[in-house]
């Protein structure tokens, strides 16, 4: 392929531009060789001329095709050069918003200066796992090749993370490492991966400082080592520092800032533990306050401090060192801040003693205040001879002050890594570590000085490794390959190492600079330039003497050796140190003593270390001895050496950061700076390597799918692809060099593959000119055929038209003549019509008045034989009833006398003792007490009839007394007592018609008051109708404007109520999720604790197997539900007044209870006052004295009433005796029963206590007459003596004119007294009714008045508000009003609630009694019908005696788990009935309810949930087992609901289930128990199916082309060959998916699992399909296409299709697919216009703003036809977004996991139908 090919006429090529560095442009005109101007059109249409270098013929760099632009690895770029590889990264940063690329093993990370949603654990799970080249690059995608390789190859890795500061490196080194910490997690409890974490805010703090770049600069450098078990569990960790900055601790530049921590103790200054410290704000010290501001925009110190102490707790840093390391921090800056006088002399100075802050500093430091003082003025100079003491300058003093500072923050800062160090510690055995490195990266200022010098060396030796290890990747790929290949010159910088490190290097001639006693650092560069100026990485500057130039790898640098002595020798004056070592606090004294050196330095690099070592990398400082210690140059360069002997041991992964700009603006991109930094990092060196061999490979099978356009027909006959790709190339590209064949793959040179798109495109071009140029014509044909067709139906609809007009013509004509036709023949019709129906009609009367005369005829014969019929029939009714009444009297009579004569018969047989003792001789005692008793009590009853009818004598007695006295009394009386009578009478009389009065008079104004009352209740109700509706007439005008929002606002409430319940669900569920897991933990732990105890050679018993067995956390059986539901006011004085007051509606259930509570006081308080006026008026009543008569009565009565009582305990006696006979028989009926006596005397001896009872009952009657008459005769005595003093005045009754008896009249004075009475009560009755009435009706108007003052104060209230304020004063009464009506509906329903549980509580009660009592005669029975089958053996047992109950003996119950639980497999049972364990289990809990044995039921229950639960653990990958297990616990637990005796769970029992319901225990709590377990199987088999289709789902859903041919192959670059991906093909098709789900659904159907359980695993499987797919979806470009959105519209067709094969489409699996759905269709809609967009927003509901617009930020075109998304429709995209509020999560949760319901499902099997297979082994289980 010549040059005239490659730039040939519209060829986009790359020119330098001073602005941008590179600039495109398109070449107007082919090149010819030799010509030296391009002639070039840029971007902006203007033409420019291009002149090209033909000595060495330098032409413009070549332009990717667009297709190419955007990738994810700079490596699969077709042409690599510096413009493809910052347009790429640039296209990618601003328009992608990616700041993550691969450029072959080294991700590029560019810092977006923003907080961008992709590190949180959703993304860290679905980078968990996957191989590097599959995912979007990203951080996580490094970190995982680290953790994969370490595990996979078993050897040590590294992650270095270089670049300039601001360029984001450790924040990169803090996500790797919180990455490890999520995916690597300590096994143990302790927590080292949150402390690993925790080092980052304390390193921050005290290593981390804002600068001109970097408002969170590290300036320092760090290796941390992160060690692993065998299992690559973090166990560890280690950390080690480099060249830490001191100078910042004394000196910042402008807009900079000292080391966080010192800000952040400021921030806290004014807490009271720090009181001592004596700081204030930072701008009042100077060692914090000379970079200005010094406080950073969005930077809380406070809270940074409170997270560092947080940081330090958790390590274990003790409170009290804490605050040591705090005082040492202070004592720093009022160092600083000591003022320090000049002498006039000028060579001297001195300290005031009265310095405030040299007082602070000794305090804090626990010093010696006089001789601080002393010596930072002084110093002293030791000779041979003697030692003299010699004053010091100012400017010396400040230097030595600020010596002294610096080397104590180094030693604190030492001492704090240290101690990090111990805290991640290890004891354990390390297997492997990653290595995380974190330094500085190359720098150039203006003046550069010692720091940047060490920094850019370190940077050399990095580049070196760098370098050799990227070429050495690149031999093992050809040499993999098989392919030749000649060595690559690639850059080594060892020469510019040697420069700095060798013997008399730079730095060998800085260290002898520093012995020499008056060293300069003029003279060390003298020095330099003699040594070194012929070195080619050496340059003098030409205007300096002071400066000298070292050439880099990435650029020059000019260094000023001003410092450099002094930075190397890092001088503190010894009296200082040995004041500070003298301190009273024990942590200052630490920090300076010489005892650490001797510590010697271990690496922990090899595989077989056994810890890691703990401490810094920084060697600790020596005493100042000038003999003893060690430069800091020499320092930096071992420390150098062994972290490049520890990378060089490990396999290294490189993370380059770049800074975008250096203003700090989000999503910024300068060119310029972009470059520099990609030049220095060598990104640019890498691709410069790939460049040079084969950067471009290709797979044989991509290639072929990718080119196939290009192969010629009779190629494609040959089904060896990689003979068709051989030969295709050679036909395409001539040059052999520019490709080689390799055994897997095919490699390009650069630029070849962009040929090969070329001609692809080209042939694309063609075919589509063919197509277009056939559907063009095709088009005009159409069109034609069209134009034709429509003429011909104009002329046939015309002449259509014509002929029909004609044919109207005609058919009108012939029609005239038919109505003509037809009119004359219907006038002639009707005429004979008319005669013929006159006809008719006087047939008709004529022959009607003929058939009428018979008729009547006939009719009166037929009655006459009616008549005779009737008569006749009633005579002989009459005779044959008389006859049939005779016969029955007779024989009435006859059968009464046979019925009287067997009665007294059998009456007689039944008292005889002599047939009792025949029958039964072992009952003669019994029936001889029971005689006796007989006798006792017909003995009673004679003395008790003797007693009556003594008290009967005497009360004849007393009658015939005062009749005689009466008499007497009418003798002496005379002739004048009928009047007095009468006159009595009357009065009586009066007084009740009086009585009638005036209770009519009440009655009327009782009735007159009411109506008033009503009338007046009907005006206020009027009123108040009136009011309301005015009240309406306001709301409607207020609720029509917001009608509609609060109707959604109802819907949005009931959404937000299911959805908190659906949270609560899921809240509960996740709980028992943890507590499984802890569960799960603790036996681990356990079990390990077994092993460790265990000795060699010793076997585990079984004892300790399982912690299982020893749960003793199940409820405990209740026989019956004890306590009710409390009501609000309780349950807030349970859960406190906080808690209650946080809920809206219990604060208005206590506001309406105290409203209410407070109308019954006032109640109360009214009925206490009238209760108190009516007390009054009672005392104030006078009683009557007693008369003796009064007395005399009192004493009858008395007298009757203690006879009565007798008479009742009497009574009471005989029905004890009774109850106790009744009691004795039927134990001596038990005994006989038990001794194998007769049944039949049994019967006969209850037949006889029958008849005794009935005795009884008869005396118990007589007893009641007898009671009844005493008290007639007491009412008679009591009336007439109570009528002798008015006995005169009985005048007249209504008969008056009849002899009236004595005791008739005061029986009649009785009655009416009584009616008197009885009246009187009647209307005391209807007054307190009317008084109470009217009180209540009051109240009502009373609270109707206080509801309209309240409604008029807020109608007044309202109509002074604005409209606006209206609404919503409105809706705020409407909603209180609302609430109020709710609160009284709940109130109502609990109440009802409530008397519904006591009233089931009653019943279950006495259902249990009846229940009891039914069990015991059940049992008798059983007894004894037992104790007979066994005199006849077996014959009587039959198979329908079986009452579905299994007993077992206790000591058979392991056994029973054991084969019924542990030991049972899911095949055993395939035959028989699903879940029939449950069953069995069942019957076993019936049998032991039935005989009341609550143990046998706990101890059943609680040993069948942990053998369950140890047969879950021991397969816990065992879908089939699981479900098993799940629907059987779900059975056992339906079981326990059916038969629980509740109501609500029966409705569908039959009566045969009925009567299998417990009867004695309450198993609730042990069904939340079964409940909880369920969940926990659940989880556990969505698990197990997840674990099982998760490797599936993406190969199947994205990858696989389940439409052959419709995705193309786009080019890959390095990270798809990566180490990590495995040759062979894991690949899987959407059936193998299918088949899986229909393996699960087999399985779940087969076990008999409910439908609905069933329904909810497949929409739990169905989401994770979803977010599985959706996620990494979101995470790869290279499935962002068109293609892939048809794919994946096909496959989940397929998917619905299979649901709705299986009946699974109502699970609601389809709609957790709708967000895959929504981004399917995304990827095929039109995304140009902003119809386009509005489109787009309307239809992908279901995703987030930021999952669209990352999917339009990722769509990738696959030819070239497709256009890319613009920028400028994305923003489009966001702008119409921007009112959703959206979750920040990018991606789906796939480890979701919804709420689980258990609908309850009754099964239709009766207990006594289930058979037990003998392949169970339960043969002890007995049917009873």
């Not at 100012?394 to 240290?418: D, T």
């Not at 002329?795 to 004359?824: I, P």
């Not at 009501?1127 to 209870?1153: N, P, S």
């Amino acid at each position: 392929m010549s040059v005239s090919e490659l730039y040939s006429k519209y060829t986009r090529v790359w020119i330098p531009d001073p602005e941008e560095v590179w600039r495109s442009a398109e070449l107007t005109k082919d090149y010819k060789e030799g010509e030296k101007i391009l002639q070039l059109k840029l971007e902006d249409e203007t033409i420019q001329e291009y002149p090209i270098d033909v000595q060495n013929n330098q032409l413009p760099f070549l332009r990717n095709p667009d297709i190419l632009v955007g990738e994810n690895d700079l490596t699969a770029l077709s042409y690599l050069h510096e413009p493809a590889v910052l347009h790429n990264l640039k296209v990618r940063f601003l328009e992608s918003n990616h700041i993550y690329t691969y450029c072959g093993i080294v991700l590029v990370a560019i810092n977006p200066y923003e907080q961008l949603p992709i590190y949180g654990q959703d993304v860290i799970y679905a980078y968990s796992g996957q191989n590097m080249g599959d995912m979007d690059p990203h951080i996580f995608a490094v970190a995982e090749e680290a953790y994969k390789q370490m595990a996979r190859d078993e050897k040590n890795q590294s992650i270095i993370v270089s670049g300039e500061s601001g360029a984001g490196k450790t924040v990169s080194a803090k996500y790797a490492m919180r990455y490890f910490a999520t995916v690597g997690g300590s096994a143990s409890e302790t927590n080292i991966e949150e402390k690993v974490l925790a080092s980052s805010p304390i390193m921050e703090a005290i290593g981390n400082a804002k600068t001109t770049r970097n408002d969170n600069s590290s300036r320092f450098g760090k290796y941390i080592q992160i060690g692993f078990d065998k299992r690559y569990h973090i166990i560890g960790a280690n950390m080690r520092t480099y060249l830490l900055e001191k100078s910042r601790v004394v000196f910042q530049a402008d807009d900079e800032r000292n080391y966080h921590i010192f800000y952040q103790l400021c921030a806290a200054a004014s807490l009271p533990e720090f009181k001592e410290l004596a700081l204030t704000c930072a701008e009042d010290f100077f060692y914090t306050s000379q970079g200005g501001d010094t406080s950073i925009e969005g930077i809380n110190d406070a809270e940074d401090f409170e997270k560092t102490r947080q940081a330090f707790t958790l390590l274990g840093v003790r409170e009290s060192h804490q605050i040591s390391i705090f005082k040492i921090i202070a004592s720093i800056l009022h160092l600083g801040n000591v003022e320090i006088e000049a002498e006039r002399d000028g060579d001297s100075c001195s300290i005031s003693p009265q310095e405030e802050h040299l007082n602070n500093f000794c305090q804090l430091l626990g010093v010696e205040h006089d001789q601080m003082r002393h010596w930072l003025c002084h110093r002293k100079l030791v000779t041979t001879s003697e030692t003299y003491v010699k004053t010091m300058s100012l400017q010396q003093v400040v230097n030595a002050r600020n010596a002294l500072a610096k080397h104590i923050y180094a030693q604190l800062f030492s001492w704090i890594v240290e101690h990090i160090n111990k805290a991640l510690h290890t004891s354990l055995k390390q297997h492997s570590f990653i290595g995380v490195l974190d330094i500085y990266g190359f720098e150039t200022f203006e003046v550069n000085s010692f720091e940047q010098f060490c920094i850019n060396y370190a940077n050399e030796k990095l580049q070196q490794q760098f370098n050799s290890h990227v070429f050495k990747l690149e031999q093992e790929e050809y040499m993999k390959e098989q392919i030749p290949w000649t060595l690559i010159d690639f850059y080594d910088n060892q020469p510019c190492i040697d420069l700095i490190e060798a013997k008399l290097g730079i730095l060998d001639l800085l260290d002898e600079e520093c012995k020499v006693p008056k060293g300069t650092d003029q003279n060390w560069a003298q020095k330099l330039y003699d040594r070194h100026s012929s070195s080619q990485h050496f340059q003098k500057p030409r205007m300096s003497n002071t400066s000298f130039i070292v050439i880099h790898f990435a650029d020059k640098v000019e260094y000023h050796s001003d410092g450099f002595l002094e930075k190397n020798r890092d001088t503190v004056y010894e009296e200082h140190i040995n004041i500070l070592k003298a301190s009273k606090f024990p942590l200052v004294t630490d920090l300076f003593n010489d005892d650490k050196d001797s510590i010697p330095a271990t690496t922990t690099s090899g595989k077989g270390s056994s810890k890691i070592s703990v401490r810094s990398a920084r060697p600790p400082m020596k005493a100042p001895n000038k003999e003893h210690k060690k430069t800091v140059g020499h320092q930096f360069r071992t420390s150098l050496h062994l972290l490049m002997d520890t990378l060089n041991a490990t396999t290294p992964h490189y993370v380059r950061c770049i800074k975008p700009n250096d203003e700090k603006l989000p999503f910024h991109f300068d060119p310029k700076r972009a470059v520099q930094q990609l030049r220095a990092c060598g990104v640019l060196e890498t691709i410069r390597i790939s460049a040079a061999g084969y950067p471009s490979r290709w797979a044989y099978h991509d290639f072929f799918n990718r080119y196939r356009v290009l192969v010629k027909k009779q190629e494609l006959a040959n089904t060896d692809k990689k003979a068709i790709c051989k030969s295709v190339l050679e036909n395409l590209i001539k040059d052999p060099d520019k490709f080689q064949f390799g055994r897997t793959k095919i490699f390009f040179r650069a630029g070849q593959v962009a040929y090969l798109e070329k001609l692809r495109a080209d042939k694309f071009r063609a075919a589509t000119i063919m197509i277009q140029k056939t559907v063009r014509g095709w088009l005009q044909k159409v069109k034609y055929r069209r134009l034709k067709r429509a003429t011909l139906t104009l002329q046939r609809y015309c002449r259509g038209y014509l002929a029909r007009r004609l044919a109207e013509h005609l058919r009108q004509t012939r029609a005239a003549v038919v109505f003509q036709k037809q009119y004359r023949m219907r006038r002639a019709r009707l005429a004979y019509q008319r005669v013929h129906r006159a006809a008719v009609v006087i047939q008709a009367f004529t022959r009607g008045m003929f058939v009428r005369r018979i008729y009547h005829q006939v009719l009166k014969e037929h009655k006459a034989t009616i008549i005779q019929k009737h008569v006749r029939g009633w005579m002989a009714r009459r005779h044959f009833q008389r006859l049939r009444d005779a016969a029955i009297v007779i024989q009435c009579a006859f059968r009464r006398l046979k019925a009287k004569q067997e009665l007294k018969a059998l009456k007689i047989e039944a008292r005889s003792a002599e047939h009792l003792k025949r029958l039964n001789v072992g009952m003669e005692n019994k029936v001889v007490q029971l005689q006796r008793k007989i006798d006792d009590q017909n003995k009673e009853f004679k003395t008790l009839s003797e007693q009556l009818s003594v008290v009967t004598s005497t009360h004849t007695m007393e009658v015939e007394k005062l009749k005689k006295e009466l008499a007497q009394y009418q003798q002496s009386q005379g002739v004048d007592t009928s009047p007095r009578l009468q006159e009595e009478v009357e009065s009586l009389r009066t007084e009740l018609q009086k009585a009638y009065s005036e209770r009519k008079v009440l009655e009327d104004t009782h009735t007159r008051e009411k109506d008033e009352l009503r009338k007046r209740v009907a005006d206020l109700e009027q009123e108040n109708a009136l009011l309301k509706d005015e009240k309406e007439q306001l709301n409607n005008q207020i609720l029509g404007q917001s009608k509609d929002e609060f109707a959604q606002n109802s819907i949005k409430e009931n959404l937000l109520l299911k959805k908190d319940l659906e949270e609560e669900r899921t809240r509960y569920q996740n709980l028992v999720k943890e507590y499984s897991r802890l569960e799960q933990r603790y036996d681990n732990l356990q079990d390990e604790m077994t092993i460790i105890k265990q000795t060699p050679g010793h076997r585990r018993n079984p004892s300790n197997q399982s912690s299982l067995e020893s749960d003793s956390n199940y409820p405990s059986i209740s026989t019956s539900e004890i306590g009710d539901t409390e009501d609000a006011l309780q349950q807030v004085d349970e859960i406190g007044l906080e808690k209650a007051a946080m809920d809206m509606t219990v604060f208005l259930k206590l506001q309406k209870r105290v409203r209410e509570l407070e109308q019954e006081r006032k109640k109360l308080q009214v009925q206490l006052e009238k209760r108190e006026q009516q007390d009054g008026k009672k005392v104030q009543q006078v009683e009557p004295p007693k008369t003796d008569i009064d007395l005399d009565q009192d004493t009858d009565l008395a007298y009757n009433s203690l006879k009565r009582q007798e008479l009742e305990s009497e009574n009471k006696k005989l029905k004890n005796d009774l109850n106790e006979l009744r009691k004795a028989v039927a134990d001596q009926a038990i005994q006989n029963n038990s001794t194998h006596s007769s049944p039949d005397s049994y019967s006969l001896l209850l037949n006889q206590l029958k008849l005794a009872n009935e005795e009884l009952e008869v005396r118990k009657e007589e007893v009641l007459i007898l009671r009844a008459q005493i008290m007639s005769a007491d009412q008679h005595r009591l009336a007439g003596k109570s009528t002798e003093p008015n006995i005169n005045a009985r005048t007249s009754w209504p008969n008056s004119e009849k002899h009236v008896d004595q005791e008739d009249a005061i029986e009649a004075y009785h009655g009416v007294c009584q009616t008197n009475r009885l009246l009187e009560a009647q209307l005391q009755a209807q007054s307190r009714e009317h008084e109470e009435e009217v009180e209540s009706l009051k109240a009502q108007v009373e609270a109707v008045k206080e509801e309209m003052d309240k409604q008029q104060q807020t109608f007044c209230q309202t109509l002074l508000l604005s409209p606006e304020a209206q609404v919503e004063f409105g809706i705020q009464q409407e909603i209180s009003r609302l609430t109020s009506e709710n609160l009284d509906l709940k109130e109502l329903v609990e109440k009802l609630e409530k008397n519904e549980r006591k009233l089931k509580k009653q019943l279950k009660i006495y259902m249990k009694k009846v229940q009891d009592l039914e069990a015991a005669q059940a049992l008798a029975q059983s007894e004894s019908r037992r104790d007979e089958l066994t005199r006849q053996v077996t014959v009587q047992r039959k198979e329908k005696d079986f009452q579905g109950m299994l007993e077992y003996h206790k000591e058979d119950e392991a056994l029973l788990i054991r084969n019924l639980v542990t030991d049972l497999k899911p095949q055993m049972l395939s035959g028989t009935v699903p879940c029939l364990p449950a069953y069995i289990l069942y019957m076993c809990i019936r049998h032991a309810d039935y005989v009341n044995d609550d143990l046998k039921v706990n101890s059943l229950l609680t040993a069948t949930i942990n053998g369950i639960k140890k047969v879950l653990k021991k397969h816990n990958d065992d879908f089939e087992m699981t479900s098993f297990w799940l629907s059987n616990t779900c059975r056992l637990l339906h079981c326990l609901k059916q038969y629980s005796g509740d109501e609500g769970f029966m409705t569908q029992n039959t009566a045969k289930q009925n009567e299998h319901c417990l009867k004695n225990f309450d198993l609730t709590e042990y069904r939340q128990v079964l409940s909880d377990l369920s969940i926990q199987i659940y989880q556990q088999l969505i698990k197990i199916a997840a674990g099982v289709l998760q490797p599936m789902i993406v190969s199947a859903m994205l990858e696989n082309e389940s439409i052959q041919g419709l995705s193309g192959v786009r080019p890959t670059g390095y990270r798809k060959r990566s180490s990590s991906m495995a040759d062979g093909d894991n690949s899987y098709c959407l059936e193998a998916i299918i088949r899986q789900m229909n393996s699960f659904h087999t399985v779940m159907c087969d076990q008999g699992l409910d439908p609905e359980i069933i329904q909810q695993v497949f929409k739990q499987l169905f989401y994770m399909i979803n977010a599985v797919t959706l996620n990494n979806l979101l995470l790869r470009k290279d499935v962002c296409s068109w293609s892939t959105g048809m794919q994946l519209r096909y496959n989940i067709s397929q998917l619905e299709e299979w649901l709705r094969g299986r009946n699974l489409h109502q699970s609601g699996a389809v709609q957790t697919m709708e967000p895959l759905i929504q981004a399917a269709q995304l990827l095929q809609l039109k995304k140009k216009t902003p119809e386009d967009a509005e489109a787009i927003c309307s239809l992908c509901t279901s995703l987030s703003t930021q999952q669209i617009v990352k999917i339009l930020n990722l769509y990738t075109p696959l030819n070239e036809f497709e256009e890319r998304v613009t920028v400028a429709f994305i923003r489009t995209i966001q702008a119409q977004l921007q009112e959703r509020n959206d979750p920040q999560q990018l991606l789906l949760d796939f480890k979701h996991m919804f709420p689980v319901l258990f609908p309850f499902n009754p099964s239709s099997l009766t207990m006594d139908s289930i058979h037990i297979p003998a392949c169970l082994k339960l043969e002890f289980l007995n049917e009873v």
